[in-house]
């Protein structure tokens, strides 16, 4: 929903996103709490099933993101194209990225496929893409011995950060906007604290130096991002440390955006219990629904926010009009999960045996 949110060009509500008070954002979450859960579910199936088996999972999974991009990616090209026509404005082709498509879809198409072309917001799927067919990979070595996984990814995100480097994309000269060879490093990590988890040696009690230096990272960052977005509003509001931070490099996973995720990632597992109620409050029950339903709600925010931008963007980005359609998005995402919820609950239901429907049948007759 925050990504929802943040993909509507100067929405006011993404002054109440992530993105406003710290120097990570939705995507962050994204991809470690996608890395968190493949460890969890295919770590499981790996341990009772084998090897072979979870490296099935993982890749039907990964097929199963594939295709659900490419649907994606058809849907958004269609959306932006029809807007061009509809309101006479190139400038959305642009905008979107997708006139290189337009003006030669038989080579684009083909680098679509190849995950090599990624029009705006279509950028993270081939990412998560690219993460889970490795991942079989990283699950054994997670097996076999975790620091055999961590250490390598982490070096490997030092090198891109040392030595820039990057993986190419169409048209040339572009490069992923999500470089996957630091990106790994975030969804390896939450793959690696899931396996501890499982394992039951997660850290229950953080020294307390590591906890008080987790804290002082994230306030400090939460009061210097704050007064940034503070300073975007308000122009004689001082912004803290702008020049010498400025900008905080996103394709790349900058520190600055992994240490301070990190810190909050700590201080949400030591201070939010399980068990705590507010997760399982009737208020709460949307977004768990959602969560249950993640792919399919993520693709339709994409669809619903570049919809929002339309619209927004022809007949007045005003604020009650933002609050219309972010509003009647998100209850779009909630309705839709329910109902995919609702649907696969009667699929996994029990079919009723012979016996059963003769007697429903000489009842009704």
Known sequence: MFIFIDHIPGNVLSYFTLQSVGFYDAAEVFIFVSGFTASLVYGRALVAKGA???TAQVLRRAWQLYVAHIFLFMIFIAEVSYTVMTFNNPMYNEEMRVGDFLQEPHIAVIKALLLQFQPTFLDILPLYIVLMAFFPLVLIGLRLQPLLVVI???????????LGLEVPTYPAGNHWFFNPLAWQFLFVSGAALAYRNER???????????MLIA?????????IKLSWTIHGVWDSFPALLLKPLWPVNKTSLAPLRLVPFLALVLLVGVLV?????FLRSRLARPLVV???QSLEIFCLGIVLSSLAHFILTEYGDSLPGQLAVTVAGITAMCLTAKMIAWYRTLDRAPAPSPAIEERSERKAA
């Open 52 to 54: 072979l088996y979870a």
């Open 152 to 162: 390598p990814s982490f070096l490997l995100y030092v090198a891109v950060q040392t």
């Open 200 to 210: 039951g040696t997660h850290l229950a009690k953080p020294p307390r130096p590591l």
């Open 215 to 223: 804290a002082a990272v994230f306030v400090g960052c939460f009061i």
């Open 273 to 277: 219990p399980a068990q705590a109620g």
């Open 290 to 292: 959602c969560g249950q």
